[in-house]
């Protein structure tokens, strides 16, 4: 069996078995456009990322993902989603318990999260394109008045708060999610577009305070003619820290 679709309370999830497993296991928590349902997923119907998913089933990767709630926006409830699954595979399926992370966009949020709460269970992360901070992101979109108004709605709705509130609810409770850290990340950042630029002058700025403060965080740029060297970048980088079970 290569994959399949299940069930957790009210969210599907999907698993994609290796042929050869090597006995590592690999959660990955999607950005924006991410979904699973009871018979596909985006990281299935995009080509680029099946063909990633293929690549590191080769490599022996037990990968497992949910959808949590949609557009969660690193929401509490989506972090306890994720440890559920995690709970849940480490429980029925023959996989080492630490694992390692792959997040996209929104996805970091949930993942940084997961970090700081269970990171004794992480082996290492890999962050492609990360947000990092909900609150840099809000003021980002409002050069896009469009795009701006949907993510307050989306907002309001993970965090259920009202959306008038939810600038307010930033400035007071949002922490900075890469402080402290423990676990080994690597954040790959695809210089696509005028909104990936940005980001990563925000990258860099925070690149000099974790280099600063010994953090254990790296930070790879690539051009969007070379993304299929992302696979041979995530195993690399997820095979340094798989030498002690």
Not at 193 to 209: C, I, N, T
Not at 215 to 235: E, G, H, N
Request: net charge positive; proline share 2%.
């Amino acid at each position: 069996m290569e994959s399949r679709n299940f069930q957790l309370d009210t969210e599907w999830c999907m698993i994609h078995y290796p042929d050869k497993p090597s006995g590592f296991g690999i959660l990955i928590i999607g950005d924006d456009r991410h979904f699973v349902d009871e018979h596909s997923s985006f990281w299935t119907q995009n080509e680029g990322k099946h063909s990633l998913i293929r690549k590191l089933r080769e490599h022996g990767y037990t990968i497992f993902y949910s959808n949590l709630y949609g557009r969660n926006w690193g929401s509490d409830k989506a972090v306890d989603k994720a440890k559920f699954l995690y709970e849940h595979i480490v429980r029925t399926e023959i996989i080492n318990e630490k694992i390692h992370i792959i997040a996209e966009g929104m996805g970091s949020l949930v993942a940084l999260k997961l970090m700081h709460e269970m990171g004794h269970m992480i082996r290492s992360a890999v962050l492609i394109n990360p947000i990092l901070s909900l609150k840099h992101h809000l003021e980002q979109e409002k050069e896009h008045k469009f795009f701006y108004k949907r993510l307050l709605k989306e907002l309001a709705c993970s965090y259920e708060i009202e959306t008038g509130k939810i600038a307010e609810v930033l400035n007071k409770h949002e922490e900075n999610l890469t402080e402290g850290l423990k676990v080994p990340v690597r954040i790959i950042q695809i210089l696509s577009g005028g909104r990936a630029y940005k980001q990563s002058d925000y990258l860099k700025k925070r690149s000099v305070k974790w280099e600063n403060e010994n953090a254990p965080i790296t930070v790879f740029y690539i051009l969007p003619d070379k993304k299929q060297r992302i696979s041979s970048q995530m195993t690399n980088f997820f095979r340094k820290y798989e030498k002690e079970l």
